[in-house]
């Protein structure tokens, strides 16, 4: 009888621990863009940078399969270089890809304040186009999970104009999307 229960115990756990094996667990990585803009110009400007395969699979913490993406935070740090005229800026930010396009955000940013070389931060969460995000997640999710049509481009950019509009920008600008990738391994 104790042989009995013994191999049943001991079958039990084996085939318990095979069952675990093939059961998907979801885990939580990252994809952080981090994108500097170097900004010369006289009134309105844009500076795009279009997005490899690699531009974002180089960047991810994880291997698996991408269920879904999230933007937990936006920011731009800003700093004014020498020679800058411009009083503020009214800001953006654009996610392209497939022919649709969403500004991401939009802000004027008044750089009366500035000091030449000093970086000031702005957190624009609240401040972000849902369909913008909705675009940017979707494409972060196809070229992780390797159905994202190379035809087609992935595009960030960051543009404005000066106020007064015939002034000299002179700034840094960084994008930061922080977003994070629920996904699963077997």
């Given amino acids: 009888m104790k042989k009995t229960i013994l191999g049943f115990l001991v079958a039990s756990s084996l085939m318990m621990t095979s069952c675990l094996e093939d059961i ?3 885990l939580v990585g990252t994809y952080p863009f981090n994108e500097l803009y170097e900004i010369d110009q006289t009134g309105a400007f844009e500076e795009s940078r279009t997005l490899s395969v690699a ?7 994880f291997d698996g399969e991408v269920k879904s993406v999230g933007v937990n935070s936006v920011k731009i740090l800003v700093t004014v270089n020498s020679g800058n005229t411009a009083e503020s800026v009214d800001l953006f930010a654009n996610i392209t890809s497939g022919g649709i ?4 955000f939009t802000k004027t940013v008044d750089l009366t304040s500035f000091t030449v070389g000093q970086e000031q931060e702005f957190i624009l969460n609240p401040e972000l186009n849902p369909a913008a995000v909705t675009l940017f997640t979707l494409k972060v999710k196809e070229i992780i999970n390797g159905t994202f049509d190379v035809n087609e481009q992935f595009t960030i950019s960051v543009g404005g104009d000066t106020n007064p509009g015939n002034s000299t920008i002179k700034a ?15």
Avoid: P, Q
């Fill in 24 to 26: 998907a667990t979801d």
């Fill in 55 to 61: 531009d974002v699979t180089d960047e991810i913490d």
């Fill in 101 to 104: 396009s969403y500004d991401l």
């Fill in 172 to 186: 840094t600008v960084r994008l930061m999307i922080d977003s994070e990738c629920v996904y699963t391994t077997n």
